[in-house]
């Protein structure tokens, strides 16, 4: 059982806008912890993606946005590609336990 | 360019040991802490360990402490994880990882490295 929680899957059509959730609690993102996002491509390392729950490194193309309110987080992907099935993460920091770095499950997009 | 090799993972049979490296490049390694984390096979993402730049501030997870121990050599830009008392379910793709100057975020991975623990 994952700290952070994200739905298993999501899925679009090309072109479409998708989102995906990732909910934590009050001693992680609900604490002020910034959020981040990874990509993990079919058989690949897991790449970061979003960083400080809005920011994109350099190279990751402004279709992909996050944010964050309260307790939660989401990342948008606009304009869906074929390209961006992969499986999505989102991490956080913990100071109540002793797993400081924690992660959500993952969630699978699919394009459709 | 930022690159993090794994190397060190094997079959190895319950209760054994092995020692995996992460030969970092393209960064000055020593302004940096590093993170091991792991992934068994078809799951999630599951942090491992933590060490400071000086190596000076260690952090692990549970399902790990007392078994496995992180180290880093600044001087051969390396870092490592000796793993004791394996067991089945710490078979998992492990990766290095950088952490980056924001929030605890991990700004660059390795490509992994596979361990399986089976008799």
């Known amino acids: 059982q994952s700290v952070l929680t994200q739905p298993p899957s999501v899925s679009g059509a090309p072109g479409q806008r998708v989102t995906i959730s990732c909910t934590g609690s009050?001693?992680?993102?609900?604490?002020?912890?910034?959020v981040h996002w990874y990509q993990q491509l079919p058989g690949t390392a897991p790449k970061l993606l979003i960083y400080?729950?809005?920011n994109r490194p350099s190279g990751v193309p402004d279709r992909f946005s996050g944010s964050k309110s309260g307790t939660s987080a989401s990342l948008a992907i606009t304009g869906l590609q074929a390209e961006d099935e992969a499986d999505y993460y989102c991490q956080s920091y913990d100071s109540s336990l002793s797993a400081f770095w924690v992660f959500g499950g993952g969630t699978k997009l699919t394009v459709l | 360019q930022v690159q993090l090799v794994e190397s060190g993972g094997g079959l190895v049979k319950p209760g054994g040991s092995l020692r995996l490296s992460c030969a970092a490049s393209g960064f000055t390694f020593s302004d940096y802490y590093m993170s091991w984390i792991r992934q068994a096979p078809g799951k999630g993402l599951e942090w491992v360990s933590y060490i400071s730049s000086s190596g000076s501030t260690i952090y692990y997870a549970d399902s790990v402490k007392g078994r496995f121990t992180i180290s880093r050599d600044n001087a051969k830009n390396s870092l490592y994880l000796q793993m004791n008392s394996l067991r089945a379910e710490d078979t998992a793709v492990y990766y290095c990882a950088r952490v980056g100057y924001g929030d605890y975020d991990l700004d660059y991975w390795g490509q992994g490295t596979l361990v399986t623990v089976s008799s």
């Open positions: 009050s001693s992680n993102i609900g604490a002020g912890y910034d």
């Open positions: 400080g729950n809005s």
